[in-house]
């Protein structure tokens, strides 16, 4: 089986967020990328399965920030092939154009799974896994926690839904699944191997093919968050604070 | 001997002996499957008690992690993250680097960056991670700033360039990471002039006077505050007006100790503050207990309690309570957060203050003001 894993780079939340002059992007100045948790987990994903049938898994990613970092490390924890899609505009692109521009590539190379992330801190109405899987026509399941494929032409998926359900889904192949998480935590890869996979290994580049981007929402401005109401902070003994907790509680009509 | 002298071996499925003979026998996956390899905290006491000499905390432990981690065993959570933010961020605590120097805010006097000053110093000084970026060790950053500042010594930091010198990364088994790390911070050694290199931190200490050498055949200028501060005796001493009236017992840390043998500097320095009395512990010296911090144990301190059902910190700090001690004093960062923890988790917070000699001396120094409890 051929697996394509989606990689999206994400701002990293160790430095504090500045919006840009324009008023409609992140300032970029000081900013870092790092791999997409979710995403961390579709590769994970895309290793067990191949652990477990054989086949090829390639790690694709859009140039940005540190996606050379992230393709050598998904090299040194297993994956094949690494491919950067590379004239990525400085500004990035909205989710719906990153889509359409990866689909244009998937649609090529015509993998068997494509794994990626269910949603991301820069992509949380998860818009991602979806489009792409709308624009290759292919079906789709968001929210999985484990993807199995015990049978030829199909996978079976297990779906998280609200409130602790979850279904078990049995999906046709070709077919793109939004990854919530691996059934383990993504394996640790010793960083002798990434320095390894550096000297030793290659990433392909490839220009990212221009294709019309679908009319996506419109930044006007961006904001940072408003402060709400300040907090109320109690004092005196632990037992005073702990009445004045259950007083609070009950005039807001929690507890009775 | 290896297996007798590990504060931990009663919690190892095999002792460090039983798994040397294991692995002669050629049964490394039990061992890589056993709770042995994450039990160790690099406290040297088996390394110091060989007979045979064998490198077992700075080779054996290391390389079987190395072993586990290639294998792709699954790693202790904390210890994974450590791992992972260390290699991202230049410490394991995943803070940015550019928040490297928000400790100084508190320190009172100036704390000068290498880059910027722009000239040599007489004193490149290492803050490493932990005072850099915890909140009770910053505190004994801010120290260190005043009594340097105080004693007219010409210092300077690197600031937000300077990056974790991987100890515990290279005792976790991350021989790759530690490689990596060795070979930005030589070059961030031979950016600048200075005499010598001070830190505060044993494990640094430990790595850049006998594993750096090794790795690049080359010797760098560092002695940890004790051995900087102790030399400086004629500038310090006149410093230290105000008595601190108790009784302090000092507990020797592994690194200093048994692995470098600093076991008068700092009983000079605690000495040269007026009113203090030093007493001394149950085992000292080459016989101290580990607090159960190093080579990966504070990213491991739950993989271990669930073993162990306690933390070498915790039986330490009763035998420095066992001493009717006022004062515990340490001179390693992980100690003052691990010792003020294990006196609350054990039940006798408040009974002995712990404190880092630079802090003591910072306060007999009157340089922050204020006294003791």
Known sequence: ?256 | MCGGSCPLAFAMEYTPRHSIYLLKEGLLDQVLKSNTLWLCVSCYNCTSRCPSGLKITDVLFPALRDAAMSAGHTLPAEFKKALDNTYRYGNSFGEAPRKRMDWARGAGVPVPIISQLKRPVEALWLVECYPAYHPRNQLQAQAMARVLHSMGVDFAVLGPEERCVGDCERLSGEAGLFESLVEKNIALFDKYEYDEIVTADPHAFNSLTRIYPDATGRQFPVRHYVEFLAARMDALRPLLGNRIEARVTYHDNCCLGRMSGLYESPRELLRAIPGISLVEMPFTRENALCCGGGGGGMWLDTVIWQAAHERLSDRRVAHALSTGADILAVSCPFEASRFEDALKSTGNEGKIVVKDIVELLDESAGTRGGMPA
């Open chain 1, 1 to 256: 089986m051929n697996i394509a894993v989606l990689l999206s780079m994400v701002p990293d939340l160790v430095e504090e967020l500045e919006i840009a002059p324009s008023g409609v992007a992140l300032d970029t100045q000081w900013l870092r990328y790092l791999l997409s948790e979710s995403d961390d987990h579709a590769l994970e994903q895309a290793l067990l399965l191949k652990e477990r049938y054989g086949g090829k898994v390639t790690a694709l990613a859009l140039d940005r920030g540190e996606a050379e970092e992230a393709l050598y490390t998904a090299l040194a924890r297993g994956a094949d092939e690494a491919v950067k899609l590379t004239g990525i505009p400085e500004e990035g692109w909205g989710k719906r154009a990153a889509a359409a521009v990866v689909g244009a590539v998937l649609k090529e190379s015509a993998p068997d799974l494509i794994l990626t992330g269910v949603q991301a801190i820069d992509d949380m109405d998860g818009h991602m896994a979806g489009a792409l899987a709308g624009i290759l026509g292919l079906p789709f399941v968001g929210v999985t926690r484990s993807v199995d494929a015990p049978g030829a032409g199909k996978v079976l998926v297990q779906k998280e839904y609200p409130g602790g359900m979850a279904a078990e889904i049995e999906v046709d192949l070709p077919a793109v699944i939004g990854v919530l998480s691996a059934p383990q935590p993504p394996r640790y890869v010793p960083v002798a191997r990434i320095r390894e996979a550096r000297k030793t290994r290659t990433i392909s580049e490839r220009e990212a093919p221009s294709v019309a981007a679908p009319e996506g929402l419109v930044i006007r401005r961006l904001f940072k968050p408003e402060p709400a109401e300040r907090a109320e902070m109690l004092d005196g003994t632990p037992e005073e604070m702990a009445r004045q907790i259950v007083t609070i509680l009950e005039n807001r009509g929690l507890v009775r």
